[in-house]
């Protein structure tokens, strides 16, 4: 891992934060984005890395980070997309736009993130991380459009795996169920809510950022996951695939 370049498109978020400081842990060069820059620039202060505000749902802005990382570094090990949103509406609640941008937020970033890694690591090879969800194979209530979008990274994940497994670029995507991150606080911060997501969870409990961080790092290195493509890490206490007693 040591000296290996990194790109993590949503890094201020809590999954992408957390990956960000292992990633730093472990001696890798990073170039952090996301769209807030506030706490993007307070993150990359702290671990003394490059950074850049970027719309993940446009693919001139993610090819723009790909190359600076590239004319940074020298080259690309590693991208994880990790740009995500959670909509919980059934469908004939869902508007338009809300459904709109969850596709866009989740899917189509991801494929951006796809088309750009792609072609930044052609030549030598590398590892594409996207971020799916447990609800992408397990049918709970009111999640239709965000259960739609991460099964689509799913998809894309499976296809970009075979495309690009000739030219050495490794495609996976972890799967996590919920996590106590900025992004689920309207449910973590409800109490009654939170005891109903903690007992959907075999385990008993919701996830921490560092959970879903290890798999991904792990997935990220050239030499520790060198034989590993085309795969959905379940990071979710079991909810994608147990029902507790």
Known sequence: MKGQVHVVIGA????????????AEQGALLMLAARREEPLQELADELGCSWRSVDATSFDEVKSLLDAAVAEFGRLDGLLNCAGSILLKSAHLTSEDEYRATIDTNLTSAFFAVKAGARAMMKEGGSIVLCSSAVAQTGLANHEAIAAAKAGVVGLMRSAAATYAPRGVRVNCVAPGLVDSPMSARIVGNEAALKQSEAMHALGRIGRPEDVADPIVWLLDGERSSWVTGQVIGVDGGLGSLRPR
């Open 12 to 23: 201020s978020g809590g999954i992408g934060s957390a990956v960000a400081r292992r990633l």
